[in-house]
């Protein structure tokens, strides 16, 4: 039986789900509604299919993917710690094989992640966006 390999988005997935303080609530997209109280912190991260790489030849399988992880947490001083642990664990995808059988990470690179407050769920939010090559 031949074994098809983990997208990007699902190896982020699992290697995210990884960390211990965020419990496994790692989603694609969206999040379930939380509250202070309840079901935080949690990730929610943005991906797109991303840019092929081209050459004279026409088109490569390396690519470059774009995204965008999202830290939410109940309170500043516990986003700062769990922020901490999933810019770690993006910046070890570099030159390496992500999850079980994901991609082979050549380079990362990330923008300066940015601290916001949402005022209607009453939560913290630390945004990364990143780019990955593979």
Do not use: H, W
Not at 8 to 21: D, N, P, R, V
Not at 87 to 116: A, C, H, K, M, N
């Amino acid at each position: 039986m031949i074994q098809i390999a983990q997208t990007f988005e699902e190896a982020l997935t699992e290697e995210m789900k990884s960390i211990a303080a965020l419990e496994g609530r790692v989603y694609p997209a969206f999040a379930p509604e939380a509250t202070a109280g309840q079901g935080v912190p949690y990730l929610f991260y943005l991906s797109s299919p991303g840019l092929r790489t081209k050459t004279q030849d026409g088109y490569l399988t390396g690519r470059a993917v774009r995204g965008e992880l999202n830290v939410v947490a109940a309170r500043y001083a516990s986003l700062k710690p769990v922020s901490a642990a999933v810019l770690d664990q993006l910046i070890s995808f570099e030159r390496r094989r992500i999850s079980t059988d994901g991609p082979f990470i050549q380079e990362v690179t990330y923008e300066q992640p940015v601290e916001l407050y949402e005022d209607k769920p009453k939560l913290y939010r630390c945004m990364i966006e990143f780019e990955v090559y593979f």
